[in-house]
């Protein structure tokens, strides 16, 4: 498995070579593909709206907020990452605030990590679909206590619809790989104390109905450009 870089600090710093990529998913004409994510962003996030104007009337500003709790929520993904390929995290383009901060989340992950049996077989690997035309990278696919599954890792305050639907995208891509599912687990961890930690194992039920609005999103996503493009 390629060595996993490390993430920006910060999204707009230039950081040099050590920083990865954002990920480019090509078929295999050639031709690109959008990611899970960007298909995502046809959906309304009303919920960011109302943060937004809570956190504007208590004196934050919005966008270094985001930021700083990106910049956090993305360092706690690699080192998570890291630990679970068996690698070092380069942790170099990072203050001391930022690793302190991350700490938590590692600490919350280790805990769970303890209670359980896990071997890897993929960890952070960009799948295509051939067949339904996106890409999408794995967070974790491996063994948990002897269960064949998905893992995937949100530093977030809540797991969120919008989390279910990334997941059932995933698990489209693996089956489409070969890989056999057994189980899928939505793994949030806090990135402050008062964001706690949680885990949420999902049902045939809401992979199904996730895939089936990640498909709608998708056919939006491909008619976009045409409706631009209308006279």
């Known amino acids: 498995m390629a060595k996993l870089g490390a993430p920006a ?6 950081l040099g070579e050590k920083v990865r990529a954002h990920v480019q998913y090509k078929a295999a004409d050639g031709s690109r593909l959008p990611g899970v994510t960007t298909v995502l962003g046809v959906l309304s996030k009303p919920a960011l709206v109302s943060w937004a104007n809570r ?4 004196g934050i500003d919005t966008s270094k907020y985001r930021d700083e709790a990106a910049a956090i929520g993305t360092l706690a993904h690699y080192m998570i990452v890291c630990d679970l390929a068996g ?8 203050t ?12 919350s992950y280790r805990a769970w990590k303890r209670r359980h049996t896990i071997e890897h077989i993929l960890v952070e690997a960009p799948l295509v679909s051939e067949e339904h035309r996106f890409g999408g990278t794995i967070d974790f696919y491996g063994s948990i206590d002897d269960a ?35 189980e899928v687990r939505v793994l949030r961890i806090g990135r402050t104390e008062d ?3 949680s885990e949420h194992i999902l049902g045939l039920g809401e992979l199904k109905t996730g ?21």
């Open 55 to 58: 956190m504007g009337l208590n």
């Open 148 to 182: 064949l599954g998905l893992l995937d890792f949100k530093t977030s305050a809540g797991i969120y619809a919008e989390h279910r639907i990334q997941v059932s995208a995933y698990v489209k891509l693996l089956r489409e790989h070969g890989h056999r599912i057994q």
């Open 9 to 14: 600090a910060t999204p707009k710093e230039d």
């Open 195 to 197: 964001e706690g930690f």
């Open 87 to 94: 690698e070092d995290a380069d942790l170099s383009q990072y």
């Open 211 to 231: 895939w089936e609005i990640f498909r709608a999103c998708l056919a939006i996503h491909a008619l976009m450009p045409k409706m631009k493009g209308a006279a």
């Open 96 to 107: 001391p605030q930022q690793i302190e901060r991350a700490e938590w989340s590692m600490s």
